[in-house]
């Protein structure tokens, strides 16, 4: 079974504490907003949107985060079909990678194929603290994954996507070579 006491808490330490302030939070909480009205139109969304400016508003502050830990600017501020936004987070500034951000006591969602790195993030129930957990390789994302760690059901039918728990495997933000 895997709980955030076993599969979390042990390398903590290690994670980077990002402070956002209240200007971070309510650009983020005014585009997903945004977001959210222009994917009503896609299915997906028209399914599981109840918790759809919380998700959005989530990723977006994870990524508000990176772009203060890096002082480098990359966070896509437009909005359209979702189809057209599956690429790497950082590709905008050379990497490679993405960023996927969870809530606290939840563990992360990823693709069950995953191609490319992605920066895991979590965020406090204050909405205003991101901790950096690390880089997760291809590899890791690949292979330490459980649909056992998807909460919502509707995600879960539709067999795309997974829950992460390899948090032993990251690369720590110490070590990041942006």
Not at 8 to 36: C, G, M, T
Request: proline share 3%; with cysteine; net charge negative.
């Amino acid at each position: 079974m895997y709980t955030y006491e076993s599969h979390v808490k042990p390398f903590s330490e290690k994670f980077h504490r990002i402070k956002l302030d209240d200007s971070h939070y309510q650009k983020a909480n005014e585009w997903a907003e945004r977001v959210a009205i222009e994917k009503q139109k896609e299915s997906h969304w028209q399914i599981d949107n109840h918790q759809g400016i919380k998700r959005i508003r989530t990723g977006v502050l994870g990524e508000i985060a990176i772009e203060i830990f890096l002082d480098k600017d990359f966070i896509d501020w437009s909005i359209d079909e979702s189809k057209y936004y599956h690429t790497p987070d950082l590709k905008s500034i050379g990497f490679n990678t993405g960023v996927k951000t969870v809530e606290y006591g939840k563990f992360p969602v990823i693709f069950k194929s995953n191609t490319y790195p992605q920066i895991i993030n979590i965020i406090r129930h204050d909405d205003r603290t991101v901790f950096l957990c690390g880089v997760a390789s291809s590899d890791a994302l690949n292979n330490y994954q459980s649909d056992d760690l998807i909460i919502s059901p509707q995600l879960r039918a539709r067999g795309t996507k997974t829950g992460f728990y390899g948090f032993e495997h990251l690369k720590y933000p110490e070590d990041w070579q942006f």
